[in-house]
T-cell receptor
Framework: AQSVTQPDIHITVSEGASLELRCNYS??????LFWYVQSPGQGLQLLLK??????LVQGIKGFEAEFKRSQSSFNLRKPSVHWSDAAEYFC????????????FGRGTSLIVHP | KAGVTQTPRYLIKTRGQQVTLSCSPI?????VSWYQQTPGQGLQFLFE?????QRNKGNFPGRFSGRQFSNSRSEMNVSTLELGDSALYLC????WGQGAANTEAFFGQGTRLTVV
């Protein structure tokens, strides 16, 4: 069965600083990979996704993520964080075959200091 | 284009009661998936419906059920509510369903269920 680990429960950064949120997955083949953001009281919004091809994926709001097969990782990055980026971030894995049931990480809460 | 609409936004129910939650997907989307989000367990997949048929089911007891109508609207039912069922229930719609390559799921704002 697949699993997703987001090792950081909380991350605090200063506005304007760079950001990297970590995501490691366990799956027998190359899965479909996603990053979502959730603001308080809201649903999830897709930031970016990886299905195949170029391992560096560009998303919305200036985010990018890099798929590294050798490390089973899909870390999310942003060069300069804005106060409005404060939210909960979820990494998700969906098998590329079989049941297609997605698995979500436990989330990383991003706190942005002015 | 309207997004995914979930009703109601908030619900308070008593243990032992049953509850029905509703999800209207984006127009043209045929797949609806349901998730439970709690602080303790995180986001967990409940089930997926596509063209009125349940295609996938997560690891939840039979008290959790759902259905999808011909217009793709979906309802989720929880019977004999327990305190542990208190959660944010999220619905997501997609054009082709989770098995299709390059498909994206769009989430609603969720229904916050509190069981007392």
């Amino acid at each position: 069965a697949q699993s997703v680990t987001q090792p950081d429960i909380h991350i605090t950064v200063s506005e304007g600083a760079s950001l990297e949120l970590r995501c490691n997955y366990s799956y027998g083949a190359t899965p479909y990979l996603f990053w979502y953001v959730q603001s308080p009281g809201q649903g999830l919004q897709l930031l970016l996704k990886y299905f195949s091809g170029d391992t560096l994926v560009q998303g919305i709001k200036g985010f990018e993520a890099e798929f590294k097969r050798s490390q089973s990782s899909f870390n999310l990055r942003k060069p300069s964080v804005h106060w409005s980026d404060a939210a909960e971030y979820f990494c998700a894995v969906r098998p590329s075959g079989g049941s297609y049931i997605p698995t979500f990480g436990r989330g990383t809460s991003l706190i942005v200091h002015p | 284009k309207a997004g995914v609409t979930q009703t109601p936004r908030y619900l308070i129910k008593t243990r032992g009661q049953q509850v029905t939650l509703s999800c209207s997907p984006i127009s043209g989307h045929r797949s609806v998936s349901w998730y439970q989000q709690t602080p303790g367990q995180g986001l967990q997949f409940l089930f997926e419906y596509f063209s009125e048929t349940q295609r996938n089911k997560g690891n939840f007891p039979g008290r959790f059920s759902g259905r999808q109508f011909s217009n793709s609207r979906s309802e989720m039912n929880v019977s004999t509510l327990e305190l542990g069922d208190s959660a944010l229930y999220l619905c997501a719609s997609s054009l082709w369903g989770q098995g299709a390559a390059n498909t994206e799921a769009f989430f609603g704002q969720g229904t916050r269920l509190t069981v007392v």
